[in-house]
């Protein structure tokens, strides 16, 4: 197999020190602050993160999603409730979000319990989105299910096309909703030269993520 030898594609690390000091004593106040440098740096979807879950099998299985909002109580994300991630999220209801963001050399981690999100969250969010992607929704209704062919899907989307074609606010379908992360474990990671790289990891001690003690240390690279 003729192919580009992966071992040999070393980028060097001269990112900026990240210091203690630095840092916001609740860790979703730094994933802010480092979310919107990362988003004014000009990297493509600094929303995109790795969202890691576990089956009911025991298997981990991980996939991209975009990151719809934050605040102190945690990520939140929308997906279908008949996708293979949320079957994976009822048997055991735990996730960890990597977000890779290489161009800045930083990589942020954030594990925890995960809830789903009201109706009333659900609502208004897909009340914003746009009216192609919510009739996909519709249209894959069985999503993370064999398909037949591009045909099969494309003729869904034109059948629910049709069928609110004259309809000006199509309603959420009861299948789709969100999650929130409640985050557990936040780490930071800076990429530092000589493969010296600045980690931090908040970890909560006790009690709820919105009322527990939340502890900084500093990792080993």
């Avoid at 929303?47 to 576990?54: D, E, L, S």
């Avoid at 209704?141 to 606010?169: C, G, I, K």
Wanted: with cysteine; net charge negative.
């Amino acid at each position: 197999m003729n192919h580009c030898d992966p071992a040999g594609l070393r980028e060097p690390y001269d990112g900026t020190p990240l210091c203690r000091t630095e840092l916001s004593p609740h860790p979703m106040e730094q994933f802010h602050t480092w979310f919107t440098q990362a988003h004014t740096s000009g990297i493509p979807e600094p929303n995109a993160m790795v969202v890691a879950t576990v089956e009911a099998s025991g298997a981990p299985r991980a996939r991209t999603v975009l990151l719809k909002g934050y605040d102190a109580s945690g990520l939140r994300f929308f997906t279908s409730y008949r996708s293979r991630k949320a079957r994976a999220l009822a048997a055991y209801p735990t996730a960890s979000a990597v977000f890779p963001w290489h161009p800045i050399q930083r990589q942020v981690i954030v594990s925890g319990r995960v809830e789903n999100l009201t109706d009333e969250e659900n609502d208004t969010y897909f009340a914003q989105r746009p009216r192609g992607s919510q009739i996909g929704a519709w249209a894959s209704e069985h999503q993370s299910s064999p398909v037949a062919d591009r045909a099969e899907l494309e003729r869904s989307y034109a059948r629910r096309s049709e069928q609110w074609a004259d309809t000006a606010e199509i309603p959420r379908p009861p299948y789709w909703g969100g999650y929130r992360i409640q985050p557990l474990e936040v780490e930071f990671w800076q990429g530092r030269a000589d493969r010296m790289h600045d980690r931090f990891r908040y970890w909560l001690s006790e009690g709820e993520p919105a009322d527990g003690v939340w502890h900084l240390e500093r990792l080993s690279p």
